[in-house]
């Protein structure tokens, strides 16, 4: 089966969805191809996305500068990402606000990710993610975008001058060849390949569990290679912990608490745990450990006043949020013990040997740590002395955790007009890419300080890769 668009999506998410509305916008004629069924990606599971000057900012009082939140960036970052790529997405992100709200969204949440974060920056939809989704979609269809589900794009076609012409996919029927001027990549990254992750970060791949929504394969990254497309950031990843395995979102928030005790297998404390109040930071210090398991350790005091007061960090306002009671914490551990990924005892000893590490160096450990609570100084790695809660009433709960990857912030190189560059760093002309496809716009950690890039880096890119392609198909007769 053979078709004709103006511009080819490929992939309906965080990017595809808002560079398909734009499109149209720009008067083209689009087609936008999803290999699933279902649209998002995983925006889906966003909470947020970040924006700066933007109108719910400007109606909240939040003075958060485009310029300083640059910089603060660019230095995050220590100078690794492309400078016009983030000042293009910055820019942008008030005005696709401004785009969102009058599609009817209004944005009337502008929360902190971390205490005491200056400027706000993370716009929270009602609803999430899926309810952003579900606009853009509702939206597609009332302007008659064309949506073809269960179609998987294998190849970018490029005529004989080295321009795009359109791809050729798998549908439910067969083969599907739809002819175009330009081409959107915008399939989500390849945090569901394992063999692409083996590849570009070895060290990563197999200690770290997978959150995002699968299918993200890396088909994308895939043909723009294929094309002659060069790479941007292979193998950084936007990382978080701590995640407990098997998973568990109330015993995830636990073991997130800042006065929990973090031990790796030898149990060993490695580092403040207050630093889990940024989660990109965090695993860092989690990755490092041996094999990247750790343990975080409560006594029943810390257990009970948790079930009464509530978590102090939370687990996202999608899933523990902050401050609620937690009466089916019990139940909750219970359900964790019996699936391995939890021990209760009253013994620091047998939770050492459920750790696999020396009682004795546990228990050290332990001693150490509660000297520094009494004294209200931790003289090894200065904790908040807020956060210092000694480790003595048993039983004592002890929960496995790793690092879990969210997502790919590296692949396809591009420009701040999100030109897919080839490896000269010249554009290949009529092809475009935006969102986790791509590298330049984030470092090795993701940047807290701007609360909801990914998101917010997919719905910009998104924008302008059309507005490119938009403009790159008007010059081309």
């Known amino acids: 089966m053979e078709t004709k668009a103006d511009i080819i999506v490929i992939g309906c998410g965080g990017a595809g969805l808002p560079a398909a509305l734009t499109a149209h916008e720009k008067g083209k004629k689009v087609l936008v191809l999803e290999k699933r069924g279902i649209a998002g990606g995983n925006a889906l599971m966003a909470e947020g996305f970040f ?4 109108p719910a900012q400007k109606r909240l009082l939040i003075d958060a500068k485009k310029d300083s939140l640059f910089k603060t960036a660019l230095e995050y970052s220590h100078y690794k990402v492309d400078p016009r790529i983030l000042r293009a997405f910055i820019n942008r992100s008030g005005d696709t606000v401004r785009w969102i709200e009058e599609k009817g969204l209004m944005i009337n949440h502008i929360a902190p990710f971390y205490p005491n974060q200056v400027p706000l920056v993370w716009h929270i939809i009602e609803g999430h993610g899926a309810t ?14 064309e949506i073809v589900r269960h179609a998987r794009a294998k190849r970018i076609l490029i005529d004989k001058e080295g321009r795009a012409a359109g791809v050729s996919a798998e549908g439910e029927n067969g083969e599907l060849v739809v ?10 990254g390849f945090s569901g390949n ?7 970060c070895p060290e990563l791949s197999d200690i770290l569990d997978t959150e995002g929504v699968p ?4 088909d994308g990254l895939v043909m723009a290679l294929e094309t002659g497309a060069a790479t941007d950031g292979m193998g950084n990843l936007m990382m978080v912990g701590p995640s407990p395995f098997p998973k568990n979102w109330t015993i995830e928030g636990v073991a997130g608490e800042p006065y929990c005790i973090w031990v ?11 630093v889990t109040f940024n989660v990109f930071e965090a695993v860092n210090a989690i990755v490092r450990q041996r094999h990247g398991v750790c343990y975080a350790i409560i006594d029943d005091r810390i257990k009970n006043r948790i079930m009464e007061d509530g978590l102090i960090r939370g687990c996202g306002e999608m899933f523990v949020p902050r401050g609620r009671k937690m009466e089916d914490l019990d139940r909750e551990f219970t359900k964790q013990v019996g699936r391995g990924g939890a021990f209760v005892s009253g013994s620091l000893g047998e939770i050492a040997k459920w750790i696999g590490a020396p009682g004795e160096a546990l228990v050290r450990t332990i001693d150490e740590y509660n000297e520094a609570c009494d004294r209200r100084y931790d003289e090894i790695f200065v904790k908040d ?13 002890a929960i496995r955790f790793r690092g879990a990857l969210l997502g790919t912030t590296g692949g396809i190189k591009i420009n701040h007009r999100m030109e897919v560059l080839d490896k000269e760093h010249n554009p290949i002309h009529g092809v475009y890419a935006a969102g986790a496809d791509t590298g330049g716009w984030e470092s090795d950690t993701y940047c807290a300080m701007l609360a909801g890039s990914a998101l917010g880096f997919a719905l910009n890119s998104g924008r302008i890769a059309a507005e490119s392609a938009a403009d790159y198909c008007s010059r081309r007769v």
Not at 264 to 274: P, V
Not at 389 to 394: K, N, V
């Open 194 to 200: 394992r063999g692409l992750l083996a590849r570009y």
């Open 132 to 145: 952003l989704v579900r606009l853009l979609e509702k939206e597609c269809r009332e302007k008659g975008i």
């Open 215 to 218: 299918g993200m394969e890396g």
């Open 179 to 188: 002819h175009a001027r330009s081409v959107i990549i915008s399939t989500g």
């Open 51 to 54: 924006a700066a000057e933007s």
């Open 385 to 397: 002395p807020q956060h210092l809660e000694p480790i003595r009433t048993p039983p004592f709960y």
């Open 264 to 274: 790796n297998s030898r149990g060993e404390r490695f580092i403040d745990e207050t």
